[in-house]
């Protein structure tokens, strides 16, 4: 275990505007999260009232609320997936429009119909949630993360128990368009502060989006959530009822094996079936089921005559206060869920929070005599679904590439969805069939409650089951050099076809270098690069270059294999006694290169050949690995989606990728020998090491980042920005540190550093020094006016 301090950073970055403060976006992304779990809770009070309000039969107005659960089913992971594919932003920014579009309709109806067409489009809102956490993973600084993504999870919960009082408010005292009217300002305010002060983020999955798929998973979900949700209305054992279950089972296996064999899926089954991913899912549905069991009880037992025995007699109003303090309970135990994750893991946290439930029902059923009763077995509901909420994006951003985080979370909030439903057809099912008369009516008996309520217990020690499968530490989605930058030519993700992903490589003339997420230049070339060569093999367009193995040292009789798309292979070359090889593609296009040798891990990468001539080396990866865990020096706290660089002795690129959220990474099928680690972080200074690789085997290594401050400020003379002002940063000791030239503007920025004092000295006039001292924080605002004597 090496525990390595970072050299000091030498170079100076340009000045760039301040980032946009991360409270005000993490309140941003909470506040809409918030905004539209109020908007699915509004209808609530109204729903015994809709046949009267609408003019319709009660079957029939119910769909006022099934059109809102099938919208945002479908919604939701389709949204996530153009999210990662044109931009988080705005798909938060049209989900939210759909939102106001939704409100503004069913605020304005008086009939059934428009009111349906207004709260589908609400429901197409349902994305805002995963979209927020996928933005927080992109733009905010690692050590925000836990408790911002927490918070934003939670939301769905604080929105629900927070909007029954406000919608019971709002009835009892305005007309009922009155809740549609609020739900449309509401979205307006939070789309505005979206757009005001959320940043776009710059992770982007490109390629194509999958129609076909989309329509398949539509149609599969639209069956299985009118089977559940209308099941006790039409008969569980009812040909209608059985029909949609199994046309439910039917299409979405079809649509499962549509998406295997689609390149630019809508959904990568194959991230979706990761150990990790397929887990916190399964444990989801569970806790979905968990967390709305109690909001079907409790208002009930809340409502019902006192005389019944067991029923409390308080208004819905009332009833809204009292599962009030559940909603701040969960915004108060997201903090502590992040706190409980960064110490022991967000395993830990879920299977926490799945204890607290099951808890909380267990009291619920020997305490319900009374209001202090409810809101205490309440609380303590939601403090364990708040511990298990925040924990769940963090298992699910650990396991996935942040291209792919949109669509991960929406299938993990569909996972709840789907929960929630399966509780309201229990529920439904069981204060049915367990009844008691009072006078005239039947009301749910006493039992009844209990029941759901052992339900409820049972749901929560099942995730409980579920979740303790859930690998202990699992190691952040490494990208290497063949899975990195693994594409059809179409642009999107290529499904593994051989040992290994391939990498594309595109000559100089075909494509220039691309900008990546964080901003830096993506290298387009192989480990050695890429160049013209007029060398080649045969007719066609000459591909050359040597394949190499450990430590550089070339490959002899290494088989090199040139095929195309189709798997036809085009030509063959054995590589000479340096390792070179030479063959000819049969023109311009791409094509699959293949080379293996005894003792080496074959690869197989995808070349994009142009009119020039192109060369490209080969390395062979071994049988060693190298793994370990970035944390901060100051705190000790993990780093997570740190950037981690391998590369060999020669400066070539071995592997590249991001820790997950427990600072943790791993990169295997590396050669034996000497590596150089790379480490860096927001926040944080970059740091290097070098790394010896046994012949087989793990190394793992520990590496610390010291946190990495800026000084930041204008030079000006005369009242006026200076430029070209040579501004020097001296230590303590008088050494020269960095230095810089203002522009245009003034402007200077020293970044990437240690904490002590320093003096920055501006020349142009005479020079001027001025003392600051760095305490760990940044520095904003340093100004320097300079001016000749007695000016």
Known sequence: MAHVQPRPAETVRPYEPAVPRTNLVVA???????????????????????????????????????????????????????????????????????????????????????MIVGRALQGLAAGVIPLGISIMRDELPAERLGSATALMSASLGVGGALGLPA???????????????????????????????????????????????????????????????????WGWTGGTTLGFFGAAVVVLLLWGLFELRSAQPLVDLRITVRRQVLVTNLASVAFGFSMFAMSLV???????????????????????????????????????????????????????????????????????????????????????????????????????????????????????????STSSAVAGVILAQLTTRFGSAVLPSESAFKTVMAAGSGAAVLAFVVAAFIPRRAAAPVVGPDTVQATSPGGAPRPPAFPAEPVTVVAPDTAAPAADARGTEAVAAGPAGLSASAVGAGPGVPVRGQVRGAEG??????????????????????????????????????????????????????????????????????????????????????????????????????????????????????????VTLAVSSSKHRPSALPVDLAGAGVTRVEIELRPGAYVRGTVSGAGAPLGDARVTLLDAAGNVVATATTGAD?????????????????????????????????????????????V
């Open 746 to 790: 003034g402007a200077y920025a020293f970044s990437d550093l240690d904490t002590g004092p320093y003096s920055v000295v501006a020349t142009g006039y005479p020079p001027r020094a001025v003392g600051v001292r760095v305490d760990g924080g940044d520095i904003e605002g340093h100004d320097i006016e300079l001016g000749h004597p007695g």
């Open 167 to 233: 919608a019971a408010l709002i009835a009892d005292r305005y007309d009922w368009h009155m809740l549609f009217w609020t739900s449309a300002v509401l979205g307006l305010v939070a789309a505005v502060l979206v757009l005001s002060l959320v940043p776009e983020s710059k992770v982007r999955t490109g390629g194509r989006f999958d129609l076909l798929g989309a329509l398949g998973m539509a149609a599969g979900l639209v069956c299985l959530l009118l089977a559940i949700s209308k099941g006790g209305d």
């Open 553 to 674: 040292v070339p490959v002899a009789g290494a088989p090199v294999t040139l095929i195309g798309l189709d798997g036809r292979q085009l030509n063959r070359a054995l590589a000479h006694s340096d390792g070179s090889y030479a063959l000819a593609a049969p023109g311009e296009g791409t094509y699959i290169l293949i080379a293996s040798a005894a003792g080496c891990r074959p690869r197989a990468v995808s070349l994009v050949v142009g009119a020039a001539p192109l060369t490209y080396d080969i390395l062979l990866g071994g049988g060693s690995g190298l793994a370990g865990a970035v944390r901060s020096a100051d705190s000790g706290a993990p780093v997570a989606d740190a950037v981690v660089v391998v590369t060999d002795v020669r400066g070539d690129v071995l592997a590249t990728g991001r820790t997950d959220a427990l600072g943790e990474f791993s990169v295997g099928d590396l050669v034996p020998g000497t």
């Open 28 to 114: 941003v992304l909470a506040f809409g999260g918030i905004v539209v779990s109020l908007m699915q809770t509004l209808v609530i009070p109204i729903v015994p009232r809709l046949p009267a309000l609408l003019h319709a039969p009660a079957s029939n107005a119910v769909w006022a609320v099934t059109a809102t659960l099938l919208a945002s089913a479908v919604a939701t992971p389709v949204v996530g997936r153009l999210g990662d594919m044109y931009g988080k932003r705005l798909m938060l920014l049209t989900s939210l429009a759909m939102l106001v579009a939704g409100s503004v309709i069913a605020a304005l109806s008086d009939t059934l119909a428009p």
């Open 298 to 420: 409790l208002p009930q037992l809340l409502q019902l005559p006192e005389a019944t025995g067991y029923g409390l007699g308080r208004s819905l109003l009332y009833a809204g206060l009292v599962m009030a303090p559940s909603g701040l309970v969960m915004m108060a135990v997201a903090p502590v869920s992040a706190a409980v994750s960064k110490a022991y893991g967000p395993k830990v946290t879920l299977m926490g929070g799945a204890v607290v439930v099951a808890v909380g029902y267990a009291v619920n059923i020997v305490l319900m005599d009374a209001v202090w009763q409810l809101v205490v077995a309440s609380s303590v509901i939601s403090a364990g679904i708040g511990l298990a909420y925040g924990a769940m994006p963090a298992l699910i951003m650990a396991a996935v590439e942040p291209s792919a985080t949109a669509a991960a979370n929406s299938l993990n909030t569909l996972m709840r969805a789907i929960g929630t």
